[in-house]
């Protein structure tokens, strides 16, 4: 995918709004060319997103959707990779390689370039206000993704945390912290850090449930993860994502399994 065309697809519903502001910021020149790309006297007005802080989003196309994923991952893992004061190599790797895979290999070198210029942001702004600017952000991409949606942009940051193999603490609260601003429920986020659901204790966190829980309650979260977590609901966002997607499912599944038996239902 050319720089224009994923810029363009960017554009689409974040010229407004804390995201626009970094946008102008991490992708600088690339950012006009974008804007050039949509605003002409062929498309002028097609791709309004309307004022920031509008509370009905548009439908966007796939490429604009996957555009829109793949910016708001960066600016929320500039964020959690720099938690612990570390840029480490091995998480630099996963989110390239995520880049490359479903934008190619142009947009992988471009995904990186604004990746390090909102590390060099994040130092600009200092620790407290970069972190205010992300929680704005994240209010701003909720009102443009759909839950399911939201749900892969943290379990992808779960991801990267995992990649030098130690989950750092301060990691892991700034996941929390996106998943919040976010807007995702407590048990959801509870469910996406709970990694594999080896254990029957760890199998009722990754369903969101406490081991006291009814039947029925169990059922029903089951039923509600199974939904909210089903790789077809993500399938327009790119290959990586709908198999991380699968993944997460598969070990929910594996989760209920592990409850299920242990109660005998």
């Given at each position: 995918?050319?720089?224009?065309?994923?810029?363009?697809?960017?554009?689409?519903?974040?010229?407004?709004?804390?995201?626009?502001?970094?946008?102008?910021?991490?992708?600088?020149?690339?950012f006009?060319?974008?804007?050039?790309?949509?605003?002409?006297?062929?498309?002028?007005?097609?791709?309004?997103s309307?004022?920031?802080g509008?509370?009905?989003?548009?439908?966007?196309?796939?490429?604009?959707q996957?555009?829109?994923?793949?910016?708001?991952?960066?600016v929320?893992?500039?964020?959690?990779?720099?938690?612990?004061?570390r840029?480490?190599?091995?998480?630099?790797?996963?989110?390239?390689?995520?880049?490359?895979?479903?934008?190619?290999?142009?947009?992988?070198?471009?995904?990186?370039q604004?990746?390090?210029?909102?590390?060099?942001?994040?130092?600009?702004?200092?620790?407290f206000?970069?972190?205010?600017?992300?929680?704005?952000?994240?209010?701003?991409?909720?009102?443009?993704?759909?839950y399911?949606?939201?749900?892969?942009?943290?379990?992808?940051l779960?991801?990267?945390?995992?990649?030098?193999?130690n989950?750092?603490?301060?990691?892991i609260?700034?996941?929390?912290?996106?998943?919040?601003?976010?807007?995702?429920?407590?048990?959801?986020?509870d469910?996406?850090?709970?990694?594999?659901?080896?254990?029957?204790?760890?199998?009722?966190?990754?369903?969101?449930?406490?081991?006291?829980?009814?039947?029925?309650?169990?059922?029903?979260?089951?039923?509600?993860?199974?939904?909210?977590?089903?790789?077809?609901?993500?399938?327009?966002?790119?290959?990586?994502?709908?198999?991380?997607?699968?993944?997460?499912?598969?070990?929910?599944?594996?989760?209920k399994?592990?409850?299920?038996k242990?109660?005998?239902?």
């Open positions: 995918m050319s720089a224009g065309k994923w810029i363009g697809g960017i554009i689409g519903w974040i010229t407004a709004g804390p995201l626009g502001a970094l946008a102008g910021v991490a992708i600088g020149a690339m006009d060319v974008g804007l050039d790309s949509v605003n002409n006297p062929g498309n002028a007005g097609t791709r309004d309307g004022a920031w509008s509370e009905a989003p548009q439908q966007y196309s796939d490429d604009e996957r555009s829109g994923f793949m910016f708001s991952l960066l929320l893992a500039s964020y959690v990779i720099r938690a612990d004061g840029v480490m190599h091995s998480e630099m790797q996963l989110v390239r390689e995520f880049l490359r895979q479903n934008f190619g290999a142009a947009a992988q070198s471009q995904g990186e604004i990746l390090l210029r909102l590390f060099d942001e994040q130092k600009r702004q200092g620790t206000r970069f972190k205010n600017t992300v929680a704005d952000c994240c209010h701003q991409i909720a009102q443009f993704m759909d399911s949606q939201r749900l892969q942009l943290v379990n992808f779960v991801l990267i945390s995992q990649a030098d193999g989950v750092d603490p301060t990691e609260t700034a996941i929390r912290e996106c998943g919040n601003w976010l807007g995702l429920s407590q048990s959801d986020i469910s996406l850090l709970s990694l594999k659901g080896d254990t029957l204790d760890e199998a009722y966190k990754v369903l969101g449930v406490s081991p006291d829980a009814t039947d029925d309650e169990i059922r029903k979260a089951y039923r509600k993860l199974a939904l909210e977590h089903h790789p077809d609901r993500v399938a327009a966002l790119g290959e990586d994502v709908r198999k991380a997607a699968e993944k997460k499912f598969q070990e929910i599944n594996a989760a399994e592990k409850v299920f242990a109660r005998g239902l």
